[in-house]
């Protein structure tokens, strides 16, 4: 039933745009914030995916959408970062062992990885990298990954992303999101 209202809703986006131009928001995290830190772009059709990253964007690519930017908070993005593309919680939840990995791999001391391990929220991790100076690298290496598993799952349609959190605001975006802001904003 979700995936027949995200694709009526992909119909109703497609009659409203001649630019071929759509946000996908998983959530109404996502949809708050677009509102909140982005109201030039209220004449783009809006989508919420749900859990159903994958499917939406197969949706918008059959529906000849040129271009998506996807807004979401980290704890479903860094999920996209790890392939998933259902972020359902019963197809797990892979959150701070995406976040441990690419850490360790920056050079998190190991007491400090297992710290990061046991957190429940992001932000808590996000608060564990900042105190030992891995924040802005580890954001990086997310939104390169998520730009990987964007152009993988999206071939020839624009796909960017925006990852935020509500305790820290912008954290990242695909290097294709900001071509894709800057795109919005010249219209």
Do not use: W
């Not at 929220?121 to 891995?134: F, Q, S, T």
């Amino acid at each position: 039933a979700i995936l027949d209202t995200i694709q009526l809703e992909m119909n109703q986006a497609a009659l409203r745009t001649n630019d071929r131009r759509l946000i996908l928001a998983p959530g109404n995290y996502g949809l708050d914030y677009l509102h909140e830190t982005y109201p030039q772009f209220a004449d783009i059709p809006v989508v919420k995916t749900s859990n159903f990253i994958g499917d939406t964007l197969d949706m918008a690519a059959a529906a000849h959408f040129e271009q998506v930017l996807l807004v979401g908070h980290i704890g479903k993005l860094v999920k996209l970062a790890g392939g998933m593309l259902n972020t359902h919680s019963k197809y797990g939840d892979c959150r701070m062992e995406l976040l441990a990995a690419h850490a360790a791999a920056l050079g998190l001391r190991q007491e400090k990885t297992q710290e990061l391990l046991s957190c429940v929220m992001c932000d808590d991790a996000l608060r564990i990298l900042r105190e030992e100076g891995l924040y802005a690298p580890l954001l990086s290496r997310l939104a390169e990954r998520i730009e990987v598993q964007l152009q993988h799952k999206c071939g020839p349609m624009a796909a960017g992303a925006i990852v935020f959190s509500k305790e820290y605001g912008c954290l990242c975006q695909t290097a294709q999101a900001q071509a894709l802001l800057e795109k919005i904003k010249e219209n």
